[in-house]
């Protein structure tokens, strides 16, 4: 066997050859898997860090658009009005109000918490969660930053009550742009970690997954391990983690159970602004995986999106082992297929990296030729694959951004025409015009809400041809601009044929596209804007919601225009009343006490032009003793202390004459006016002072005698109130007495002989049993008459007469005695009587008024005696108030149910002991009440408030004699309108003779 000689010719050459032939493919194979891996890991950085914008871009959308509704949402004018209206009127007001927050939470249930509407102190008024109602937030960066900024704000994400929620709040402003309160949204934070895993599974791979934090590197989502959700990254110092898990945006427990110790994906993330692009592991995974990071616009947070590494690097090792198989084949091979087989596998492999390198420069559109089926074919095959899906992501998202863009700048456009047009019609004109430009768009029409007929009228400015249909019933159920009209809901269709909504020029297509949007505010319809579009399913949900903000937009500006045009409408009513007023009117700039603007009225008094009288000053024209009384009023009202003031002064005319003036002066502030200035309205009353200095002489001469006379009158009004009183109580005490007496004589004749009767008839009804025992076959005349008289029945029927007449007798018994007891005409002097017989009288002798009657329901008397000494007094006298009180109270009652037939009239009639020299009598009843300025005069003689013939005026003013001046007592009144009224007697006991007391 031959020995293998390295020196030889054949050796060398075989040597050579292979060196030629393995070198070459050996260097290909290295410089073709690095530039497969940089491609690879350039494609892959570009891709995460595409994913990572994307997921990014979705969540700035998501916050934006919160905040752009809680925005909209806080200018509602029912939001507005309830937070500028007092507690009362908030009070009915909230019904409404609870109503439109309900509204709002119903938008989204499952992500919407609640909403709260804030005061400025920082109290929560209303809440959807009612257990939040009343809770003080002034403490909170969502009540505190709207109202130092003015501008909506987002909180940080926080854990509480098992919840991570993050709060979107804007302030309310009026209608003077000042900030009275804020509306706060609460909404689940789960929205983010939903954003979070939408962009994960777009990606399409199952070792890809996106990742969100905050400021602090927090955890806020996680697209693969949502139990590391609230933890840091790598342990925070001890007051930094207890900050923030005192503010709930930090997981409670230990450093340890707080975070996770991952330093090198934090200082990845503190280069991200030089380097997107890092490496890291992920919790406990070995495995190093490939990062992309980016911030959000609208938050301080960090969109993270990893994938493994040796996923995208698979090929490189595939590709590896192929090559190097490959080169022992050619090895073994002659060294000419070995030289040719380097060469066809290095060229095709130097094409796919230039490819890769022009891809991952910028031009998206390079492919690479699919020329064989080997691995380098299949290479380039899955490089294709991944650029397309790449250029597709790529293209979804400059088309979503091209979709926001336009939808902002649509409802900025509108917003700013919003602001600064007040013609409604130049402000649809130029709405119209804009969405036409903006989403280009030629059927755009708003129609306007005629209340009166209850149609929908096209607008249609004067450079555009009316369209067709101009008017639409609200009632018909084939328009969808009448449906969107009468649901206040937007509606929207997608035909397949055609449909004549309105003929445009050019015809329509086989497809068209229609959106209708009710423009409502504060509930009120005021339009619809009708969009439409010559292709089917034209418009994506984002559009949709563009055009809801625009509906809302749009109902604002022309609300505003209405609510200018009835300010300029005032403002022209003002000017005319100013100018043609018949007294003297005047503005005053309060700098220089400068007269800039006077009508005709005033310049007349002072017989001035007045194009004269504005080159004077108030202190030139007013007459010098009165300047400086003036200013010091003046001062107060500058400063505040009061709102206006109104004086009597003088002034002087241009012929140097004094001219009296009746002034008042009002303090005016206008926004558009730097400083304030000051209306002052005068009227001339020179005659009327010259003729009230000729009278006051003489009026001093009879003021005394004038007060003689009052003092005359009082006390005669007061003897003829006393002599009325006497005489009545004398005249119906002795009409009382001689009624009871007469009435009480024939009943005791009655009662006296109803015993005997009774005994009368048992012995006649004994007699009849013993005639019917002894005789019981009488003849036949007595049997008929007894059959027509029916005695059995007559028997038994005299019997309940005679006792009927008892009842009746003893009543009336009962009824004289309480008309004695209540002339007491044998108790002229002052004696110790029971206040409750006195009372309880007056209850017997008012028996009648008290009872079911028609027309007049049963007044019922509840009484609540405790129990009293006897007390000294005019029993007879106290009666008679009783009775005029209790009565007052009846006649309340009966009007008071006149006007309410289901009210339940009630008396309440109550005694107590003050003290051991006191006692009180109280009389309520749940009448009509009184006013106070009745309340006030019901005492005074001869007031009355009942209709004529009804009453004298008497009867309290006299109570109130008997109670005050002859018992040394008081008599007051307490009552509220609609409520009823209290009488409140009290009486001193004098000699008290007490009740004997038991042992």
């Not at 590391?228 to 001890?238: A, F, G, M, W």
Request: charged fraction near 20%; hydrophobic fraction near 40%; charge should be negative.
């Amino acid at each position: 066997m031959r020995t293998f000689q390295l020196s030889s010719l054949r050796s060398k050459l075989i040597v050579s050859f292979l060196s030629v032939a393995l070198l070459p493919l050996l260097i290909v194979s290295a410089i073709n898997q690095q530039a497969m891996q940089q491609a690879l890991i350039a494609s892959a950085n570009q891709s995460l860090l595409a994913t990572a914008s994307q997921t990014a871009l979705s969540i700035d959308a998501f916050i934006a658009n919160n905040l752009n509704a809680v925005r909209v949402e806080s200018q509602l004018p029912l939001v507005i009005r309830y937070l500028n209206s007092s507690v009362e009127d908030r009070n009915r007001q909230r019904a409404d109000a609870e109503a439109v927050l309900r509204a709002l939470n119903r938008k989204d249930t499952l992500n919407i918490i609640s909403y709260s509407l804030i005061t400025l102190d920082g109290i929560t008024v209303l809440d959807t969660n009612i257990g939040e109602i009343g809770s003080d937030r002034s403490h909170q960066d969502y009540f505190q930053r709207p109202i130092s900024s003015g501008l909506p704000f987002v909180s940080p994400v926080r854990y509480s009550a098992q919840t991570m929620s993050i709060h979107f709040s804007s302030p309310v402003r009026n209608a003077f742009g000042e900030i009275t309160g804020v509306l706060a949204l609460r909404y689940n934070a789960n929205a983010l970690q939903r954003l979070i895993n939408q962009n994960t599974q777009i990606f399409g791979r199952r070792d890809a997954f996106a990742i969100l934090l905050d400021e602090n590197y927090v955890r806020l989502a996680h697209g693969y391990s949502t139990n590391s959700i609230l933890k840091s990254l790598v342990p925070l110092p001890t007051l930094k983690r207890e900050q923030l898990q005192a503010e709930g945006r930090l997981r409670p427990g230990s450093s340890e159970e707080a975070s996770t110790n991952l330093p090198q994906f934090q200082a990845g993330l503190e280069r991200m602004a030089t380097l997107p692009f890092f490496q890291t592991h992920i919790a406990d995974s070995r495995e190093l995986k490939a990062a992309a990071a980016t911030r959000l616009e609208t938050m301080p947070w960090v969109v993270v999106f990893v994938q493994s590494r040796s996923s995208f690097l698979a090929p490189i090792r595939a590709q590896f082992y192929q090559t190097l198989g490959l080169g022992l084949a050619i090895a073994l091979a002659v060294l000419a297929v070995a030289v040719a087989m380097g060469q066809w596998l290095a060229q095709p492999l130097l094409h796919l990296t230039s490819i890769m390198t022009r891809f991952t420069a910028g031009n998206l559109k390079a492919r690479a030729q699919v020329a064989s089926q080997d691995e380098t074919g299949i290479l380039a095959a899955c490089f294709n694959t991944m650029a397309n899906q790449l250029e597709k992501l790529v293209q979804g998202l400059e088309e979503r951004t091209r979709e926001l863009e336009v939808s902002q700048a649509v409802t900025v456009a509108v917003s700013e025409l919003s602001r600064s047009l007040l013609d409604s019609r130049k402000l649809l004109q130029d709405a119209i015009s804009t969405m036409q430009a903006l989403f280009d768009l030629k059927d755009v029409q708003i129609y306007l809400f005629d209340r009166a007929t209850q149609t929908l009228q096209a607008f249609s400015p004067d450079s555009q041809t009316p369209v067709n249909p101009t008017r639409i019933e609200i009632e018909s159920d084939m328009s969808l601009v009448a449906q969107a009209a009468r649901t206040r809901l937007l509606k929207s269709r997608s035909l397949k044929q055609p449909k004549q909504f309105y003929q445009p020029e050019g015809g329509y297509s086989q497809e068209r596209s229609q959106v209708a949007v009710p423009l409502t505010i504060g509930g009120k319809l005021l339009g619809v804007l009708d969009i439409q579009d010559r292709t089917s399913q034209r418009f994506s949900e984002s559009d949709l919601e563009t055009f809801k903000t625009l509906a809302a937009q749009i109902a604002i500006a022309l609300e505003n225009a209405r609510l200018f045009d009835e300010i300029q409408q005032a403002e022209s009513r003002f000017r005319t009343i100013f100018e043609d007023a018949p007294i003297g009117m005047a503005l005053v700039n309060l700098e220089d006490g400068k007269i800039f603007q006077a009508n005709l009225a005033f310049s007349r008094m002072l017989d001035y032009s007045p194009e004269d009288l504005i080159q004077y000053s108030f202190v030139d024209l007013t007459y010098p003793d009165d300047i400086d009384n003036e200013r010091f009023i003046l001062n107060q009202l500058i400063s505040g202390e009061i709102d206006k003031y109104h004086i009597e002064k003088r002034y002087i005319t241009r012929t140097q004459d004094i001219l009296w003036g009746n002034l008042t002066v009002s303090l005016i502030t206008e926004k558009e006016r730097e400083n304030p200035y000051c209306l002052g309205m005068i009227e001339n009353i020179t005659k009327r002072k010259q003729t009230e200095a000729a009278l006051q002489e003489s009026e001093t001469q009879y003021r005394e005698k004038a007060q003689e006379l009052e003092a005359t009158l009082n006390e005669l009004q007061k003897t003829q109130t006393q002599l009325i009183q006497t005489e009545k109580m004398s005249s119906l005490g002795q009409l009382v007495a001689g009624v009871a007496h007469e009435i009480n004589n024939p009943v005791n004749f009655i009662y006296g002989n109803i015993t005997p009767a009774s005994e009368y008839l048992q012995e006649m009804i004994g007699l009849l049993q013993l005639y019917e025992q002894h005789y019981p076959q009488p003849i036949p005349e007595i049997v008929e008459r007894i059959e027509e008289i029916d005695l059995c029945f007559l028997i038994d029927d005299f019997q309940k007469v005679l006792a009927s007449m008892k009842v009746g007798a003893e009543r009336i018994q009962k009824i004289v005695l309480s008309l004695r007891n209540f002339s007491r005409l044998d108790e002229a002097a002052m004696k110790p009587v029971d206040i409750h017989e006195g009372i309880d009288n007056s209850l017997v002798i008012l028996q009648n008024k008290l009872k079911d009657k028609p027309g007049h329901p049963e007044i019922k008397v509840i009484k609540d005696y405790e129990k009293l000494p006897l007390v000294e007094c005019y029993a007879g006298q106290l009666n008679q108030v009783f009775m005029n009180l209790l009565t007052n109270s009846i006649d309340a009652l009966e009007e008071t149910f006149q006007l309410n037939s289901e009210q339940k009239p009630t008396i309440w009639i109550q005694t107590r002991s003050i003290n051991s020299t006191e006692i009180q009598i109280q009389i309520r009843d749940n009448g009509k009440g009184m006013s106070e300025a009745i309340r006030n005069k019901i005492f005074d003689p001869f007031f009355t408030t009942k209709s004529v013939g009804k009453g004298t005026g008497l009867g309290l003013a006299i109570s109130y004699q008997i109670v005050v001046e002859k018992h040394r007592g008081q008599l007051t009144c307490h009552s509220t309108p609609g409520k009823g009224s209290t009488f409140t007697i009290q009486i001193p006991i004098k000699s008290v003779l007490t009740l004997p007391s038991s042992p």
